[in-house]
T-cell receptor, first 113, second 115 residues
Framework: QKEVEQDPGPLSVPEGAIVSLNCTYS??????FMWYRQYSRKGPELLMYTYSSGNKEDGRFTAQVDKSSKYISLFIRDSQPSDSATYLC?????????????FGTGTSLTVIP | DTGVSQNPRHKITKRGQNVTFRCDPISEHNRLYWYRQTLGQGPEFLTY????????KSRLLSDRFSAERPKGSFSTLEIQRTEQGDSAMYLCASSLYGLGQPEAFFGQGTRLTVV
């Protein structure tokens, strides 16, 4: 079993839709959770990070963490064609003991104008 | 540009040749990571440095792979005797460890094609 599971999609939505992207994980030591956006043939770009459980909002993006369920989500409101990309979740343990980042496989999103 | 810089962006090499990639991290970052990404997959951890010390290597990192960060600044990743299975995007990332800011920032990657 992989440590981080993410539905690869592809996901196709009309412009203006609310998008929900999700990851599950198995390691209860994970404390920091990150979402990256990756355009084709580019490096991942950090969108948001959250610590432990709870919600965090940044513009049209909201990240949620439910540690009891080992489940994290990224919501995109009022989706735009420019949001078309692959979205990667990543996580790592408590900073003082953490080392590498564990990634999901990425979900491919297309927003149709 | 103060982001993570990787060179070259693209490299095509013949099987059996050696290749070397360079990564220049964000200047104040003390941790530097190398990841490999193949099509349709998330990045896979290869190795990381804290300052000049290489603290962990993945079992994915065969003895044909070697990484250095000689002065705790830039890093190089060398692949010897390349194989077609080495074709991938090689990503470098850096972070500031120790101040509760674990998030990693990635470069644009080096795309390696072994023919």
């Amino acid at each position: 079993q992989k440590e981080v599971e993410q539905d690869p999609g592809p996901l196709s939505v009309p412009e203006g839709a609310i998008v929900s992207l999700n990851c599950t994980y198995s390691n209860s030591a994970f404390q920091y959770f990150m979402w990256y956006r990756q355009y084709s043939r580019k490096g991942p770009e950090l969108l948001m990070y959250t610590y432990s459980s709870g919600n965090k909002e940044d513009g049209r993006f909201t990240a949620q963490v439910d540690k009891s369920s080992k489940y994290i989500s990224l919501f995109i409101r009022d989706s735009q064609p420019s949001d078309s990309a692959t979205y990667l979740c990543a996580m790592t343990p408590i900073p003082n003991t953490g080392n590498q980042f564990y990634f999901g496989t990425g979900t491919s999103l297309t927003v149709i104008p | 540009d103060t982001g993570v810089s990787q060179n070259p962006r693209h490299k095509i090499t013949k099987r059996g040749q050696n290749v070397t990639f360079r990564c220049d991290p964000i200047s104040e970052h003390n941790r530097l990571y190398w990841y490999r990404q193949t099509l349709g997959q998330g990045p896979e951890f290869l190795t990381y440095f804290q300052n000049e010390a290489q603290l962990e290597k993945s079992r994915l990192l065969s003895d044909r792979f070697s990484a250095e960060r000689p002065k705790g600044s830039f890093s190089t990743l060398e692949i010897q005797r390349t194989e077609q299975g080495d074709s991938a995007m090689y990503l470098c990332a850096s972070s500031l460890y120790g101040l509760g800011q674990p998030e990693a920032f990635f470069g644009q990657g080096t795309r390696l094609t072994v023919v």
